[in-house]
């Protein structure tokens, strides 16, 4: 198998609600390239942990069941030791769980190969929080796409009100800036734009501007 680095890896790093799972996803589609959403893995950790009552504090146990986990990412969503997880995993407290199990370094690593396995041919886009400066250094094209907290916020708000779920839009605002501070601000692999890393500030702009923009750094770059 072709070692990661003869693979071409676009990144795209970023806060939560800042659109780059959307984005990734059209780029990869675009680009006939393979999809790697390293946020769902922190997730899934952190919905199947609380279903098997594994403690957030039990970093062994949490590593364990992190190497047993059988992750199949389909079409439209995601299936774990064959159950489907897709609406479990988007939950904002799955967020919130899911930022708390990957602050522990050990979780982090037991990680760190599985997410470097979806480097194939023809290429990745892989989305996260420490893709460009951790998971994939290497990669030819990172982006950090950066949004302000209460555009995010609202985003967030204006989708679950479209489901008919009624929210607090103060309340999303704190969890967000919440969720941020402890990504940003954790010991190992905290979010932060790598050093060649492109900054979008998507605050202010349409998906579709984004996307373009993407795609520019992208034919920039060969
Ligand atoms: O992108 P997301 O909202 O699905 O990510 C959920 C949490 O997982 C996020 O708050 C922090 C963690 N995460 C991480 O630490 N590193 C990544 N590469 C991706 C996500």
Known sequence: MPSTTDVPVLTIDGPGGSGKGTIAAQVASALGWHLLDSGALYRILAVVSERRQVPVEDEHGLVTLCQGLAVVFTEDGVLV???????????????????????????????????????RPPGLVADGRDMGTVVFPEARVKIFLDASAEARANRRYNQLKS????????????????????????????????NDAVIIDSTSLSIDEVFDQVMAEVASRG
């Open 163 to 194: 489901k008919g779920l009624s929210v607090s839009l103060r309340g999303l605002l704190e969890q967000i800036q919440e969720r941020d501070a402890r990504d940003r601000e954790r010991a190992v692999a905290p979010m932060k734009p790598a």
């Open 81 to 119: 030791d064959g159950a489907d997880l897709s609406l479990a995993i988007r939950t904002e407290d799955a967020g919130t769980r899911a930022s708390i199990v990957a602050a522990i370094p050990e979780v982090r690593q037991a990680i760190l190969s599985m997410q470097r396995d979806f480097a």
